[in-house]
């Protein structure tokens, strides 16, 4: 199952439907279009985690972790500030964004205004989703259950990440930052 199915069925993508006010067909193709270049900042930062450290699960829970899917879930309005602190944490720049926007923009026909404005929004979905998925598969004294990309927290991110692989196989995300000229981070 795709992750974008996944949000989907937790009322996700509805309500991203419903806080920008476009149809929720639109919702489940700008964040299909938006998921596999935020999950490859996921899986680069997965990847960048020393030896020890608490990998990706940590860096979910410093961002927000789980309260950041409930926070999109609740019927209250979206904090985009904690998105836009997901994205400037995957992404590293608010030019990369834009890049990931315009790109999603290109191969969907949506406003790449639209999905600038979703893209923290789907950051968060997918954030405090696979925190979740980190807390209810984490045991007390289970050492490295997401370190790198083996198992855990790693293996379900690459899994995720393994349907919507870019060009021969690449991570989406250094996909367009090629497009942008820029190094590949």
Known sequence: ?????????????????RE??????????????????????????????PTGSPGLGGLLGQLGGESLLDNVLSPEPTDVNLGNNV???????????????????????????????????????????LARQSSRGARPGAAGMDEGLGGGLGGLLG????????????NPLDDILGMMGGPRR
């Open 87 to 129: 994205l400037g944490q995957v992404f590293g720049s608010k030019d990369v964004s834009r890049a990931v926007a315009g790109s999603a923009a290109t191969r969907t026909g949506l406003d790449p205004q639209l999905l600038k404005k979703m893209l923290p929004m789907v950051a968060m979905l997918a954030a405090g989703y």
């Open 20 to 49: 920008l006010g476009v149809s929720p067909q639109q919702a489940e193709t700008g964040a299909a279009a938006l998921l596999p270049a935020i999950l490859g900042g996921f899986m680069k930062q997965a990847q960048a985690q």
């Open 1 to 17: 199952m795709q992750i974008a199915d996944l949000l989907a069925q937790m009322g996700g993508l509805n309500q991203v439907s």
């Open 159 to 170: 899994g995720l990440l393994g349907a919507g692989r870019g060009a021969g196989g690449s």
